[in-house]
T-cell receptor, first 115, second 109 residues
Framework: ETGVTQSPTHLIKTRGQQVTLRCSSQ?????VSWYQQALGQGPQFIFQ???????GRGNFPPRFSGLQFPNYSSELNVNALELDDSALYLC??????????????FGPGTRLTVL | RKEVEQDPGPFNVPEGATVAFNCTYS??????FFWYRQDCRKEPKLLMS???SGNEDGRFTAQLNRASQYISLLIRDSKLSDSATYLC??????????FGAGTRLAVHP
C-alpha cells in the first residue's frame, strides 16, 4: 500500500451537478497531483498543489479546481459535470525538495460516473 | 498527435517468453522517463525509471534513446503475474507526468 487514500471510491452524478473528491497524501509528502484517466487511456495531468498553492495545470477547463490544506491533503472540485467527465480520478503524492523530481505514489482512485 | 505514443497491444505471450515494448515521445524537452505498471482497475505503480545508459532490474531492462526520442522495456522469462498494462511516462519540470495510453500484456500458461 502507498499510504495515499482517496474518497469516495465510487460516485454517480448527473450532468450539471458538482462533485468534490478527496485525497490524503502519504506521510512526509508535501505535493499532490491530480490525474483523470478515461477508459482505455493513460492518466491525464489535471493540476498539482505544493504548499497549498497550484503549481502547474494541464489542459483542463476552469470548472476543474482544487485545494490543498495545511496537512497537505487535497480536494478536486468539478462543477457543471459533463458526460465526458466520467473517468477514474487519481491523486498522487510526492515530496518536492528543491528541484528534485521524486517518485509519485498513486492512490486507488475515485471512479466517477456522470449520467 | 499524442505526446507519448505506445502500441496498445494486447501482447499475448506464453510463460517464459521474452517480450519488448516500445514508446516514442515528441517533446525533446522531456527530462525524466519511467515505466509504470497498472493492473486492471487499480492505480499505476512505478516499475522503473529509465536512464540514457540503460538500466536493469531483475528480469526487466529499460533503454532510452534521446536522439530518437524512443524508450523501450524488455521483460525476460515472463510470469503470469506480469500480466498488466505497461504505461510509458515522461516528465518535464514540476513533477507533471505525461502518460502514454499503455500497452496491454497477457501472459498465458
Amino acid at each position: 500500500e502507498t499510504g495515499v487514500t482517496q474518497s469516495p471510491t465510487h460516485l454517480i452524478k448527473t450532468r450539471g451537478q458538482q462533485v468534490t473528491l478527496r485525497c490524503s497524501s502519504q506521510s512526509g509528502h508535501n505535493t499532490v497531483s491530480w490525474y483523470q484517466q478515461a477508459l482505455g487511456q493513460g492518466p491525464q495531468f489535471i493540476f498539482q498543489y505544493y504548499r497549498e498553492e497550484e503549481n502547474g495545470r494541464g489542459n483542463f477547463p476552469p470548472r476543474f479546481s482544487g485545494l490543498q490544506f495545511p496537512n497537505y491533503s487535497s480536494e478536486l472540485n468539478v462543477n457543471a459535470l459533463e458526460l465526458d467527465d466520467s473517468a477514474l480520478y487519481l491523486c498522487a503524492s510526492s515530496s518536492t525538495t528543491g528541484k528534485r523530481i521524486n517518485e509519485q505514489f498513486f492512490g486507488p482512485g475515485t471512479r466517477l460516473t456522470v449520467l | 498527435r499524442k505526446e507519448v505514443e505506445q502500441d496498445p497491444g494486447p501482447f499475448n505471450v506464453p510463460e517464459g517468453a521474452t517480450v519488448a515494448f516500445n514508446c516514442t515521445y515528441s517533446n525533446s524537452a522531456s527530462q525524466s522517463f519511467f515505466w509504470y505498471r497498472q493492473d486492471c482497475r487499480k492505480e499505476p505503480k512505478l516499475l522503473m525509471s529509465v536512464y540514457s545508459s540503460g538500466n536493469e532490474d531483475g528480469r526487466f531492462t529499460a533503454q532510452l534513446n534521446r536522439a530518437s526520442q524512443y524508450i523501450s522495456l524488455l521483460i525476460r522469462d515472463s510470469k503470469l503475474s506480469d500480466s498488466a498494462t505497461y504505461l510509458c511516462v515522461v516528465s518535464r519540470g514540476y513533477n507533471k507526468l505525461i502518460f502514454g495510453a499503455g500497452t496491454r500484456l497477457a501472459v498465458h500458461p
